[in-house]
């Protein structure tokens, strides 16, 4: 009897997977546009991340919805504004970290305690939201590195380490309009060990003569190549395209 109820309740997870994966497919047909919720965290605790949170408001994220207009009309994409964001309450608790090195399973179960935080976590905004993006905001002077954000698209959900400091606010904004294409089907286009991107997919121009140094980083591919072993963080949305291959895994282009 346990046996069958065990196989019966895996069965309902499968169809439950395959379900959303499906739904998750068809919103890519970009028929609406996606709503975005940016839920802000003061994840060191500080005085100074939480006197910067105070300064955020919706304005302060409306360059991320403008930059994927402009990007999504070279694509002729037909929205006029593909992507809204709105700016949500600030939440307290820090969601679960990816786990480090890890086997599948750990990864897995990783997944649905961010899943179940979400939706423990989800303060409500104007419109329901189909992305919730946690930004995890850090003092840069305690903290002079931060490590690597994570975005999944089963679920759509997002965890963004950022700093706390108004100096790094167009900074801040290019890796979370990274992170949000992750939760679109976006993939990396730079080599993990080195953060170089790869070429050509993680070139904005790819086809440029000579091709170092490139004017533009791709959005996905992370930071400008100035040449063969050298690349740099751009400083602004401006400094970065979305390139064509992104554009296919987001159902921007056929």
């Known amino acids: 009897m346990w046996r069958k109820l065990r196989i019966l309740i895996l069965l309902l997870v499968l169809a439950t997977v395959i379900q959303q994966t499906w739904l998750e497919k068809v919103d890519l047909n970009w ?47 037909g929205l006029r504004r593909p992507i809204e964001v709105q700016l949500g309450a600030q939440v307290n608790d ?24 979400a939706w423990q976590h989800s303060p409500k905004v104007n419109v329901k939201p189909e992305i919730r993006l946690y930004l995890l905001y850090y003092d840069p002077a305690a903290h002079h590195r931060l490590s ?48 170089l991107p790869s070429y050509p997919d993680g070139f904005a121009e790819s086809n440029k003569s000579p091709l170092y140094p490139q004017d533009f980083a791709e959005l996905m591919g992370g930071r400008v190549p100035i040449d063969e072993t050298h690349a740099k963080i751009p400083k602004s949305l401006q400094e970065t395209l979305i390139g064509k291959k992104t554009a296919r895994e987001i159902g921007w282009l056929k």
């Open 94 to 117: 820090i969601p679960p970290a990816p786990p480090q090195n890890s086997s599948l399973l750990d990864t897995i179960i990783w997944s649905l305690k961010f899943k179940y935080f």
């Open 31 to 77: 028929k609406h546009n996606f709503y975005v919720a940016v839920y802000p965290v003061n994840a060191d605790r500080s005085a100074k991340v939480s006197d910067y949170l105070r300064t955020l408001t919706r304005d302060n994220f409306e360059p991320l919805a403008e930059y994927y207009a402009v990007e999504a009309a070279t694509y002729k994409l």
């Open 148 to 195: 690597h954000s994570t975005a999944i698209n089963n679920g759509r959900i997002g965890r963004v380490n950022l700093f706390g400091d108004s100096s790094y606010a167009k900074q801040n904004l290019v890796i979370v309009a990274h992170e949000l294409l992750h939760t679109l089907n976006a993939t990396d286009k730079y080599d993990l060990s080195t953060t």
